[in-house]
């Protein structure tokens, strides 16, 4: 492949309700979208996963647009590209910076997949036809909310319940959502909140069968995670600690946790969120596909993923009208009865929305080779 221009617009979308984790809350959504085109003129789509700040993570939109600017694009087009998967590789030299790298693989992967007539799912490997997902369920104002929340998306059928924890809004919330649905498939997620002082809160938790809990401490350590593991009959999830295959083999070896939340983005893209998910099936450790709030590109990428086999959980991926009025793909990604059916189109097969797309960006620039 050779990349001949890319294409960086900076969106700007309305969610459809404010999203409140464990560190505050935000209504609109800023991102990079991504567009690589090849020496006849094919696009493939990228979009990038850092926020406005850098609260997820170190990364936001303007160290992304740096980093692909100043950094990533020179290097995608200073010679062909064999394979996709060859990317990790020559941005390896690049420490970190995992999501400004992913919004750019991304796109050429699924410039790759359509210049082979396959669906992006395919070049990956994967080989499921539908995909089961879940939904996460941000922070309320009241439990009563909460649970009028859980049961519309109970009855809308998502496969699993995910609600957003920390100190003070978890066991008495998690015993209320347990009192209506006492076989929901449900699971909490801390986004880092609690320390191991909090043990006893934490081991509290055990009671309520929760498939498991996210990220319950600082996201730079495997090593209390370790500890609090040892202690908890509840499988520890990690997110936010685990940003390549190297850390995620740390982990599993320590014992920090038994189940892993992918996010394409804080990996650094689809290459190694694969090597990711192999490492993890040899292990036995199941896999789940997270989210970042993503608009459709974004989403399309996650549901490729999820085809793989190890993806054993349902991931985050709920549909595009639980976030958006509109999105910026055509057809939207639509959930029936907590399903998705992956698409048999060429690449993330879905249509971009080129005059949605225009509405929503703030500012765009062109890199050419
Ligand atoms: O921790 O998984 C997380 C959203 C933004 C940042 C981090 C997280 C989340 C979510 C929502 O939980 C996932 C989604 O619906 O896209
Ligand atoms: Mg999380």
């Not at 210049?115 to 070049?123: G, M, T, V």
């Not at 394409?264 to 596909?289: F, M, S």
């Not at 509109?326 to 959930?335: A, C, H, L, S």
Request: net charge negative.
């Amino acid at each position: 492949m050779n990349i001949k221009q890319v294409i960086l617009r900076h969106l700007q979308m309305e969610l459809k309700s404010p999203f409140t984790t464990s560190f505050g809350s935000f209504n609109t959504k800023e991102f990079i979208l991504v567009e690589a085109i090849d020496e006849n003129g094919i696009s493939g789509w990228g979009e990038c996963v850092a926020f406005h700040s850098p609260w997820y993570n170190e990364e936001t939109v303007k160290t992304c647009w740096h980093m692909l600017e100043d950094f990533l694009l020179p290097i995608v087009f200073q010679t062909p590209i064999e394979h996709p998967d060859k990317l990790n590789e020559r941005f390896s030299f690049i420490r970190k910076n995992n999501m400004a790298k992913s919004a750019i693989e991304g796109a050429i992967w699924d410039l790759y997949a359509k210049k082979k007539q396959i669906p992006l799912s395919k070049a990956l490997g994967g080989e499921k036809k539908e995909i089961e997902v879940g939904i996460s369920i941000g922070i309320q104002k009241s439990v009563d909310d909460l649970l009028r929340i859980v049961e519309k998306y109970v009855t809308e059928g998502y496969r699993r319940m995910k609600v957003k924890i920390k100190p003070g809004w978890d066991v008495e919330v998690i015993r209320e959502i347990r009192k209506h649905f006492p076989d929901l498939p449900l699971m909490g997620d801390a986004n880092s909140a609690y320390s191991l002082q909090d043990i006893d809160r934490l081991k509290a938790l055990d009671e309520f069968n929760l498939m498991m809990i996210e990220q319950p401490l600082a996201s730079d350590d495997i090593v209390d995670h370790a500890k609090l593991q040892a202690q908890l009959q509840t499988p520890i999830c990690l997110d936010e600690s685990i940003h390549s295959y190297e850390d995620a083999r740390k982990a599993i070896e320590l014992g920090s946790c038994r189940i892993i939340n992918i996010k394409i983005g804080r990996v650094g893209g689809l290459t190694e969120a694969k090597k990711i998910h192999d490492l993890c099936q040899t292990n036995n450790i199941p896999v789940w596909c997270g989210g970042m709030l993503e608009a459709g590109v974004g989403r399309a990428h996650n549901i490729a993923i999820t085809t793989l086999e190890n993806f054993t959980m349902p991931g985050d991926t709920a549909a595009s009208s639980h976030y958006w009025e509109r999105d910026i793909i055509n057809p939207e990604v639509k959930v029936h009865n907590g399903i998705i059916v992956v698409p048999e189109g060429p690449g993330i097969g879905y249509e971009v929305d080129r005059r949605q797309i225009d509405l929503y960006t703030i500012s765009a620039k062109t890199y050419k080779a």
